[in-house]
């Protein structure tokens, strides 16, 4: 048996001691190889066993760092080569200019030795999956006698892990402790991942194109604001080949403000007018323009202009599949699926070249009516208006018992994070059988499941549910019934599924699911969808008298407790600290060692007295009283009462200045 090759890295630095020092870091689990200057640098990189990762000095005499990145990002044999800047440039405008010129990451010295090796599994381990990615993309595209199996692949297997690639960054983004470095690479990641969700859901749809089995959803899309995102991205090609790009609307360069709205799909568009720019500035010669034209008639037309000549051999089938010509590397699919992406969405394109005017691609879509516009509003602050309003939205619903089921636990502590607000409590189960049988002890108020589960998938799980509830006198529905009581209506089961055909969408709400969410699901998408079942609803009172008010037949009740502020960093560990002790008196009882029992109770009933939890004082007083007695029977029944008491309060922090 061979070993696995270890994988290469280049390091470049004009100082040995430096080069030394990282080969003292890395040398056990990489090959490496090293150069003390830029031209001899990129010499290694372009020979022919390239290196896999780049760890590259800024400061170097000749072609500095930065100069080396530029040449390696134009070069399309080495443009994927991760490059990480390993620099004592500390200045932000610094860092600022690596990424922009394509680096991947940036590390200041002095260098800490966990964070280099870390900074290097992590993106050889993403390249790797990125390689992985594109090819398989490729290979799916010609692969249709496969299409059904690798459908379950692309939707289940490669969009499970990057549910977290996703969602981690923007938990992670709520702990104001980050620093500025830290927030921007989580941005990337998150970005990335976004970049990887689209390929993998384009390369689904234009199968469904091809097959006329497409479905278009058309919403308002301002496509001004999308040419403007693309020609950020691309702007390092442009300044390769010294192309300027113009934005031109009726005959002006729009301003932030102005809106050329169309009936579309945002990422077809944004897909579409990527690859013809792009293709415009490769096409173009060098230190000419590029101009992205924009009019109205009885459409909205986008023009994109260059001034090269597309060859007179495949002008005729020039949006005909694999057609290229002289393009390295090309596939000969790009403008394939750019008219494929155009006439979905009930438009055209058309082709226009010549000597002497150059190369127009036209794009025809149908304009959104004067009265329907796209959101103007930057995008953060938008999202963090909406999100604002949602959380004010969320604080008056009752306190509810949420489940989710999912077998990835990353999911499920996203998920969970999601949903981290005191009146919402949120419970797990790792399969679907684990999830119906919560769900038959009478506390969840609601369910968000995961179809492609094992031993239970979802789909089978919301069997057992439905049926837990007929047996219960509960009649199913799907949708809020405001003259019930909460706890006596049929429980809102939500599908979560990679999947986003409407024919199995259709059939999960016909078969008793309640509503349908699509994964990598948003956390503004898990709030509006608990808004649309329980929003308006209000069933707990605060505890007073040392007894629940709300308390009705002893069990599986909500306890609203209000608490001192002060204590918010404290409480959630002691909670979780009185269930782990009531395991242990609920063992100790099996053992009937009732001077253990009587221990924890006199020692709880003095903690939660303190932090204002009166009705648990109560309750372990009593079970002080009885392990003294010998009881049981009380003692047990006493046990019970705490654990439901503490599976089903609700915290809510006051200032008692």
Same mark, same amino acid.
């Given at each position: 048996?061979?070993?696995?090759?270890?994988?290469?890295?280049?390091?470049?630095?004009?100082?040995?001691?430096?080069?030394?020092?990282?080969?003292?870091?890395?040398?056990?689990?990489?090959?490496?190889?090293?150069?003390?200057?830029? !031209?001899?640098?990129?010499?290694?990189?372009?020979?022919?066993?390239?290196?896999?990762?780049?760890?590259?000095?800024?400061?170097?005499? +000749?072609?500095?760092?930065?100069?080396?990145?530029?040449?390696?990002?134009?070069?399309?044999?080495?443009?994927?080569?991760?490059?990480?800047?390993?620099?004592?440039?500390?200045?932000?405008?610094?860092?600022?200019?690596?990424? *922009?010129? +394509?680096?991947?990451?940036?590390?200041?010295?002095?260098?800490?030795?966990?964070?280099?090796?870390?900074?290097?599994?992590?993106?050889?381990?993403?390249?790797?999956?990125?390689?992985?990615?594109?090819?398989?993309?490729?290979?799916?595209?010609?692969?249709?006698?496969?299409?059904?199996?690798?459908? &379950?692949?692309?939707?289940?297997?490669?969009?499970?892990?990057?549910?977290?690639?996703?969602?981690?960054?923007?938990?992670?983004?709520?702990?104001?402790?980050?620093?500025?470095?830290?927030?921007?690479?989580?941005?990337?990641?998150?970005?990335?991942?976004?970049?990887?969700?689209? /390929? @993998?859901?384009?390369?689904?749809?234009?199968?469904?194109?091809?097959?006329?089995?497409?479905?278009?959803?058309?919403?308002?899309?301002?496509?001004? #604001?999308?040419?403007?995102?693309?020609?950020?991205?691309?702007?390092?090609?442009?300044?390769?080949?010294?192309?300027?790009?113009?934005?031109?609307?009726?005959?002006?360069?729009?301003? !932030?403000?102005?809106?050329?709205?169309?009936?579309?799909?945002?990422?077809?568009? %944004?897909?579409?007018?990527?690859?013809?720019?792009?293709?415009?500035?490769?096409?173009?010669?060098?230190?000419?323009?590029?101009?992205?034209?924009?009019?109205?008639?009885?459409?909205?037309?986008?023009?994109?202009?260059?001034?090269?000549?597309?060859?007179?051999?495949?002008?005729?089938?020039?949006?005909?599949? %694999?057609?290229?010509?002289?393009?390295?590397?090309?596939?000969?699919?790009?403008?394939?699926?750019?008219?494929?992406?155009? !006439?979905?969405?009930?438009?055209?394109?058309?082709?226009?070249?010549?000597?002497?005017?150059?190369?127009?691609?036209?794009?025809?879509?149908?304009?959104?009516?004067?009265?329907?516009?796209?959101?103007?509003?930057?995008?953060?602050?938008?999202?963090?208006?909406? /999100?604002?309003?949602?959380?004010?939205?969320?604080?008056?619903?009752?306190?509810?018992?949420?489940?989710?089921?999912?077998?990835?636990?990353?999911?499920?502590?996203?998920?969970?994070?999601?949903?981290?607000?005191?009146?919402?409590?949120?419970?797990?189960? !790792? &399969?679907?059988?684990?999830?119906?049988?919560?769900?038959?002890?009478?506390?969840?108020?609601?369910?968000? /499941?995961?179809? *492609?589960?094992?031993?239970?998938?979802? %789909?089978?799980?919301?069997?057992?549910?439905?049926?837990? *509830?007929?047996?219960?006198?509960?009649?199913?529905?799907?949708?809020?019934?405001?003259?019930?009581?909460?706890?006596?209506?049929?429980?809102?089961?939500?599908?979560?599924?990679?999947?986003?055909?409407?024919?199995?969408?259709?059939?999960?709400? =016909?078969?008793?699911?309640?509503? %349908?969410?699509?994964?990598?699901?948003?956390?503004?998408?898990?709030? =509006?969808?608990?808004?649309?079942?329980?929003? +308006? *609803?209000?069933?707990?009172?605060?505890?007073?008298?040392?007894?629940?008010?709300?308390?009705?037949?002893?069990?599986?009740?909500?306890?609203?407790?209000?608490?001192?502020?002060?204590?918010?960093?404290? @409480?959630?560990?002691?909670?979780?600290?009185? #269930?782990?002790?009531?395991?242990?008196?609920?063992?100790?009882?099996?053992?009937?060692?009732?001077?253990?029992?009587?221990?924890?109770?006199?020692?709880?009933? +003095?903690?939660?007295?303190?932090?204002?939890?009166?009705?648990?004082?109560?309750?372990?007083?009593?079970? =002080?009283?009885?392990?003294?007695?010998?009881?049981?029977?009380?003692?047990? #029944?006493?046990?019970?009462?705490?654990?439901?008491?503490?599976?089903?309060?609700?915290?809510?922090?006051?200032?008692?200045?």
């Amino acid at each position: 048996m061979t070993d696995t090759p270890k994988k290469r890295i280049l390091i470049i630095d004009d100082a040995p001691e430096n080069i030394r020092i990282v080969t003292e870091i890395l040398k056990d689990k990489y090959a490496l190889t090293a150069a003390t200057s830029g !031209e001899k640098a990129l010499k290694l990189a372009q020979s022919g066993t390239p290196p896999e990762l780049i760890l590259l000095d800024i400061m170097m005499p +000749g072609i500095d760092g930065y100069e080396v990145c530029r040449r390696l990002k134009d070069d399309g044999n080495t443009k994927d080569i991760p490059v990480i800047f390993l620099t004592a440039k500390t200045a932000i405008e610094d860092e600022i200019r690596g990424f *922009e010129l +394509g680096a991947v990451d940036y590390i200041t010295k002095p260098i800490s030795p966990p964070k280099v090796k870390a900074r290097v599994r992590t993106h050889l381990n993403l390249e790797a999956a990125r390689q992985k990615l594109e090819k398989q993309n490729l290979e799916l595209i010609e692969a249709a006698r496969l299409r059904e199996d690798v459908d &379950n692949i692309m939707q289940h297997d490669l969009k499970g892990p990057l549910n977290s690639i996703i969602a981690l960054p923007n938990v992670l983004l709520q702990d104001q402790s980050l620093n500025l470095e830290q927030k921007e690479s989580l941005k990337a990641i998150e970005q990335s991942g976004y970049r990887m969700l689209n /390929m @993998i859901n384009l390369s689904l749809d234009l199968f469904k194109m091809e097959k006329g089995i497409y479905t278009f959803q058309p919403i308002p899309v301002n496509l001004i #604001k999308v040419i403007i995102k693309i020609i950020s991205d691309i702007k390092g090609i442009a300044k390769a080949k010294d192309v300027t790009l113009q934005i031109l609307l009726d005959g002006h360069p729009p301003s !932030e403000k102005n809106q050329f709205n169309v009936l579309a799909e945002e990422l077809l568009c %944004y897909s579409m007018f990527s690859n013809l720019i792009k293709n415009a500035v490769e096409a173009s010669p060098e230190h000419e323009m590029v101009s992205v034209t924009f009019s109205r008639n009885n459409d909205g037309c986008i023009s994109v202009h260059n001034t090269g000549v597309v060859p007179k051999s495949i002008r005729e089938s020039f949006f005909d599949k %694999y057609v290229t010509s002289g393009k390295r590397g090309g596939t000969g699919l790009g403008t394939y699926s750019a008219r494929l992406m155009a !006439e979905n969405q009930k438009g055209t394109i058309s082709l226009a070249t010549s000597e002497a005017d150059g190369t127009c691609i036209s794009v025809h879509l149908p304009l959104a009516g004067e009265d329907v516009r796209a959101s103007d509003e930057p995008g953060d602050r938008l999202v963090s208006r909406q /999100m604002e309003e949602l959380e004010s939205r969320i604080a008056a619903l009752p306190p509810l018992r949420v489940l989710i089921a999912d077998d990835d636990e990353y999911s499920l502590k996203i998920l969970t994070k999601y949903l981290d607000y005191p009146n919402l409590t949120v419970e797990s189960a !790792e &399969n679907g059988k684990a999830a119906a049988e919560k769900v038959s002890k009478g506390h969840i108020r609601m369910v968000f /499941m995961d179809m *492609e589960m094992p031993i239970m998938d979802g %789909y089978q799980a919301m069997q057992e549910i439905r049926k837990w *509830e007929q047996q219960s006198g509960l009649q199913t529905v799907h949708s809020r019934a405001p003259q019930q009581q909460i706890d006596e209506r049929p429980i809102p089961i939500v599908v979560l599924s990679a999947h986003n055909e409407a024919k199995i969408r259709q059939h999960c709400l =016909e078969s008793g699911f309640s509503h %349908y969410l699509v994964k990598p699901a948003r956390k503004t998408e898990l709030l =509006e969808t608990l808004l649309r079942f329980f929003e +308006g *609803e209000n069933f707990v009172e605060t505890e007073k008298n040392n007894e629940p008010s709300n308390k009705r037949n002893g069990t599986n009740q909500q306890y609203l407790v209000e608490i001192d502020a002060d204590f918010k960093d404290i @409480i959630p560990s002691f909670l979780n600290n009185k #269930k782990e002790d009531i395991m242990t008196m609920q063992d100790a009882l099996d053992r009937l060692s009732f001077e253990e029992i009587r221990k924890i109770g006199h020692k709880l009933k +003095g903690t939660s007295s303190i932090y204002g939890f009166d009705y648990m004082s109560t309750l372990c007083f009593a079970l =002080e009283e009885a392990a003294k007695n010998q009881e049981t029977d009380t003692i047990r #029944k006493n046990i019970n009462l705490l654990a439901d008491y503490l599976a089903n309060v609700i915290i809510k922090y006051v200032s008692k200045e």
